[in-house]
């Protein structure tokens, strides 16, 4: 990879979320202070919102290792469709709670003792939800009844809602979500990055893995990525990182707007079309360098998105096959030692079942692997999505 050529020290410009690669953009510095200040208050609702990419996860990430693990119990979760009563049972995972089979009412009550608990210990409670705009509305007005648990005067949980901007809109403008919007202490919507700051963000990545200024970029790079990328971090990350490998692959010391427009174009052609066909040439402009194809074929925009859809399938389904047949080989030898007639200390093949319980957390380890490849590999797919829908919007 070109982190080696350039001798880097790691991959700085990754899609996953690192407080180690925060970045103070004025919209985020801005993001940082209502939450600072919101966090200050200890209850109510701190409300962010960004477009996809903007960086919300990454905010949190670092505001979370400012917080003493000792006197903050932290509770965070990834929201789907949920409706009242799943956010209960969801939350109350969250938090470690067993309440398999609970019905809402005793989750709620299971909740509202680990509250006071925590309380009584002196710690307080921080609820963290990603993706808000998932959630109904009678979801969130569920949600704004915990800020209606107490000990004393003192209220026992504050919630941190992140979301994409349709969320915003729905806090804003729904009827049935009056009183939530009374308990909102501090809200930011995260803006793209200015022009001026895409150069400060790449040379702030690079230089967290030891960037020597190798390779070197021209001035007008850096307007060419904010044009391109409408300044949301995580399209800034998508080009710089293919611009660095392009530069590795032809042992570029110097990067260029050439460069960047072959990058771009290349970009552009593997989202307009699936990566079986031969994708056509992009079109060269009077200075003889690619440019971005436009218009897109609906057709084969649509095959490619069923058969990265049929690729994610494929593996999800042969990493259960492969955990299902572990469980079902563990458990034939569980029910042999079993029978087995017990020995004179009472026990019936007690190393073995050592032995077993060693394989059990090999498989559990095996899982926790796949699910993050399978993650890994859903993520690609939203991000293929994601950059097509864009091109889509543009042609």
Not at 16 to 25: G, V
Not at 93 to 108: P, R, S
Not at 257 to 264: H, K, N, R
Not at 380 to 392: A, N, P, R, V
Request: aromatic share 6%; proline share 4%.
């Amino acid at each position: 990879m070109f982190d080696d050529f350039y001798g880097l020290s790691g991959k700085p410009f990754q899609l996953t979320p690192d407080p180690e690669f925060y970045f103070r953009s004025i919209t985020h510095r801005k993001a940082l202070s209502y939450l600072g200040y919101g966090l200050a208050q200890g209850e109510g609702f701190i409300v962010i919102t960004g477009e996809v990419g903007s960086g919300k996860s990454t905010l949190v990430a670092h505001m979370m290792k400012t917080l003493d693990p000792d006197a903050v119990t932290v509770a965070q979760i990834v929201t789907s469709k949920l409706n009242e009563e799943e956010i209960v049972h969801v939350v109350a995972g969250a938090m470690g709670l067993d309440v398999e089979g609970h019905d809402k009412a005793t989750a709620l009550t299971d909740i509202e003792s680990f509250l006071h608990e925590e309380a009584r210990a002196g710690r307080r409670c921080l609820l963290i939800i990603d993706e808000s705009q998932n959630l109904s509305v009678q979801a969130l007005e569920e949600l704004r009844m915990f800020s209606n648990f107490q000990l004393g005067n003192h209220p026992l949980l504050q919630t941190l809602l992140l979301g994409q901007p349709e969320f915003r809109e729905t806090l804003q403008n729904d009827d049935g979500l009056e009183q939530l919007r009374q308990r909102v202490i501090a809200a930011h919507h995260l803006e793209p990055m200015q022009e001026a700051e895409i150069e400060p963000y790449i040379v702030h990545r690079l230089e967290k893995v030891g960037w020597n200024g190798n390779p070197s970029f021209a001035e007008d790079v850096f307007a060419g990525i904010f044009a391109a990328s409408d300044g949301i971090p995580r399209r800034v990350n998508q080009i710089a990182n293919r611009l660095m490998l392009a530069g590795a692959i032809e042992k570029r010391s110097d990067i260029d707007s050439a460069m960047l427009e072959a990058v771009l174009a290349e970009m552009g052609s593997e989202r307009a079309v699936p990566p079986a066909p031969a994708v056509p040439e992009a079109p060269v402009n009077n200075s003889g360098s690619n440019t971005v194809a436009s218009g897109l074929d609906r057709e084969q925009v649509n095959a490619a998105i069923l058969e990265r859809e049929a690729m994610l399938i494929e593996a999800f389904d042969g990493a259960i096959a492969e955990r299902d047949a572990q469980i079902a080989e563990l458990r034939a030898k569980l029910d042999d030692v079993a029978e087995r007639p017990v020995d004179a200390d009472g026990e019936t093949g007690g190393t073995e079942i050592g032995e077993m319980r060693e394989q059990l957390a090999r498989i559990e380890a095996r899982s926790f692997e796949q699910e993050r490849s399978i993650r890994q590999t859903l993520t690609m797919l939203i991000d293929w999505i994601e950059g097509e829908m864009d091109s889509s919007k543009a042609a």
